[in-house]
C-alpha cells in the first residue's frame, strides 16, 4: 500500500511555506524579522478572518437540503419551482436567534429567526422569516429602535428589561408578539421543534396574470416542543449550543428534519374589504376565513463542510423574488427589502452573491461589475445598457411580480409624468442657446465632434447627431459637419 504524504504547507499565493513553527529571526535569540513575509500574511489575515457579524440574527445555524412539491398549484403561481408535483429544488436554511450576539445562548428567551434560500431554475428565491407568524411593529421606521431596545445600555453595556418594556409598552401593536414571546413559544426546544412563517403577506401570480395575497407556514413535521423557563436557563448554563448542535447531530445521523409548507391564500380583491389590514405585519389571518392548503416540503439533509463558508457567509434577502411571486403594501417588507441587501453589502461585501453559497444556480448576466472580489467577470461584451453590441436585455414578462392596486394608480414601472412643457432636451437647448456664449458653444460643438469621432460606430454616430439636434438645431447641424455626417432631418 502506497505511504500517504500529507501536502507541502503553501502561503495564500501556493508558494511552499518555510515553516509551520518557527519565525526568522536574527539568530536563536534575536529578534524577528520585518521581512519574513509568511509570518506576517499569517498574522495579517488573522486579523482579518472574521467578518462583522450581523446585527441581528448574529448567533445561529444551517444546514442544506431540498423542497418538494406535493400539491398542484400552478393555478395560483407560475413560479417554475411550484410548477410540477413531485419537483425538487435545492435549499440552504439558517436559523437563529435575533437579538443576541454571537456567544450568546441558544435557548434565550428570543423569536428564531427561519431564513431559506431556494436555488430555483430561475433565480434564487429567498424567504426571511421567524418561527412567529406575526412581529413587534408594522412599519420599518420602527425596527431599528425595537432592535436597539433589545440589545445593550450605551452606558453600562448591559441587557435592560427596563429598556425592553419600554419600548414594548409605548408601542401597543407588540402586544401579539410579546405574549407570544413571553409564552413557552418564547424559548422552543429544538430549531426542529419549531414552526417557520414568512410573517408578511406576499403575493403569487398564475400563467394567466391573476393574482393572490399569500401567508407561507412551514410546518414541523416533528411536532411543537418547546422548553419552561427554567428548562431553558439549565440548558442555556449547560450547553449554550444546544440548538446548533441538536441540528447537526441529528442530520448526520441519518435523521432528517422535515417541515410541511402550506399556504393561506387570500383573494387579491378581498384586500380592500377586509375587516382588518391584511398587510399589517402584528396581525394574522384567522384560518377560518383562509384555510391552509399543503404546498410542499422542505426536508433537510445535509450539513455544511465549513460553517464560516456556508453559514457565516450566507446572505438572505427578501428581494430576492422569482417569476410567479411577489411583495404586498406591508410597510415592514417594503424596508425589509432594502435593508437586508444592504446590510450584506457592508457585512459581506459588494459581490457577496458570488460566494458560493449565495450564488445561483443558474446563469447570471448582469451589468454589475468589478468591486472587491469580483471572482466572475463579463469578458467582452458591454458594460452598460442600453447598448447596440449584444449585452443583455431586460424582459418584463419574465420577471418577478411586484405591483398591486393602490389609491390614485396601479404600482408599476412608469416614465415619469410630463406636463404640458416637460420634454427632456428642453432646459439643454435654452442652456446652448441662452446661458452660453459663442465661445462656449464652438467649445462645446468641438468637445462633442472630438469625443464622438474617436472610435464610435457609424450607427451611434447617426444617434449622436439626432440627439444634439433634439437639442438645438444649429448644435446638431455643427456636430453633423464636425463629424462628415449628414444631418437628420
Known amino acids: 500500500m502506497a505511504e500517504v504524504t500529507d501536502p507541502a504547507t503553501t502561503n495564500d499565493s501556493g508558494v511552499p511555506a518555510p515553516s509551520d513553527e518557527y519565525s526568522l529571526t536574527v539568530g536563536a535569540g534575536g529578534p524577528t524579522v520585518l521581512h519574513d513575509h509568511y509570518l506576517v500574511q499569517k498574522i495579517q489575515h488573522f486579523n482579518r478572518e472574521r467578518v462583522p457579524e450581523r446585527v441581528v440574527h448574529a448567533k445561529g445555524g444551517g444546514a442544506h437540503g431540498f423542497f418538494e412539491v406535493t400539491t398542484d398549484v400552478t393555478g395560483l403561481t407560475k413560479a417554475s419551482f411550484l410548477a410540477k408535483v413531485g419537483k425538487r429544488t435545492p435549499i440552504f436554511a439558517r436559523f437563529s436567534t435575533v437579538a443576541g450576539e454571537q456567544g450568546y445562548a441558544d435557548t434565550v428567551r428570543d423569536p428564531r429567526g427561519f431564513a431559506l434560500k431556494f436555488y430555483t431554475d430561475q433565480g434564487n428565491f429567498d424567504l426571511v422569516g421567524n418561527n412567529t407568524p406575526v412581529f413587534f411593529v408594522r412599519d420599518a421606521s420602527k425596527f431599528q429602535d425595537f432592535i436597539h431596545s433589545q440589545k445593550r445600555m450605551p452606558d453600562t453595556g448591559l441587557r435592560s428589561n427596563d429598556m425592553q418594556w419600554d419600548f414594548w409598552t409605548l408601542s401597543p401593536e407588540s402586544a401579539h408578539q410579546v405574549t407570544i414571546l413571553m409564552s413557552d413559544r418564547g424559548t422552543p ?109 422542505m426536508v433537510l439533509d445535509r450539513n455544511p463542510e465549513n460553517f464560516f463558508a456556508e453559514v457565516e457567509q450566507a446572505g438572505f434577502s427578501p428581494a430576492n423574488l422569482v417569476p ?55 469578458g467582452k461584451q458591454p458594460v452598460y ?14 420577471a418577478a411580480d411586484l405591483g398591486w392596486h393602490v389609491p390614485g394608480g396601479d404600482l408599476g414601472r412608469y416614465a415619469q409624468e410630463l406636463h404640458a412643457e416637460d420634454d427632456d432636451f428642453g432646459q439643454a437647448g435654452t442652456l446652448v442657446r441662452d446661458v452660453m456664449s459663442g465661445a462656449d458653444r464652438e467649445h462645446l460643438a468641438n468637445n462633442i465632434v472630438e469625443h464622438a469621432g474617436d472610435h464610435v460606430s457609424d450607427a451611434v454616430l447617426d444617434r449622436v447627431i439626432a440627439y444634439w439636434t433634439q437639442v438645438d438645431r444649429a448644435l446638431g447641424h455643427r456636430v453633423a459637419v464636425g463629424l462628415g455626417k449628414s444631418q437628420p432631418t
Open 324 to 378: 410567479g411571486t411577489g411583495l404586498s403594501p406591508d410597510r415592514m417588507l417594503m424596508g425589509r427589502i432594502f435593508s437586508y441587501h444592504d446590510t450584506h453589502l457592508h457585512r459581506i461585501g459588494p459581490n457577496y452573491e458570488q460566494l458560493p453559497i449565495n450564488a445561483p444556480k443558474v446563469q447570471v448576466h448582469s451589468y454589475n461589475k468589478d468591486a472587491p472580489m469580483a471572482y466572475h467577470h463579463a
Open 189 to 297: 426546544r429544538t430549531w426542529r421543534n419549531m414552526n417557520g412563517y414568512g410573517s408578511h403577506t406576499f403575493s403569487w401570480v398564475n400563467a394567466g396574470g391573476e393574482r393572490f395575497w399569500i401567508k407561507y407556514h412551514f410546518k414541523t413535521a416533528q411536532g411543537i416542543e418547546n422548553l419552561t423557563s427554567s428548562e431553558a436557563k439549565a440548558i442555556a448554563a449547560e450547553d449554550p449550543d444546544f440548538h446548533r448542535r441538536d441540528l447537526f447531530e441529528h442530520i448526520a445521523r441519518g435523521e432528517a428534519p422535515e417541515w410541511r409548507l402550506e399556504v393561506q391564500v387570500m383573494p387579491f380583491a378581498d384586500a380592500e374589504s377586509y375587516h382588518f389590514n391584511p398587510f399589517d405585519l402584528t396581525k394574522v389571518w384567522p384560518h377560518r376565513d383562509y384555510p391552509a392548503i399543503e404546498v410542499g416540503r
Open 385 to 398: 445598457a442600453p447598448n447596440s453590441y449584444g449585452g443583455p436585455r431586460a424582459d418584463p414578462e419574465l
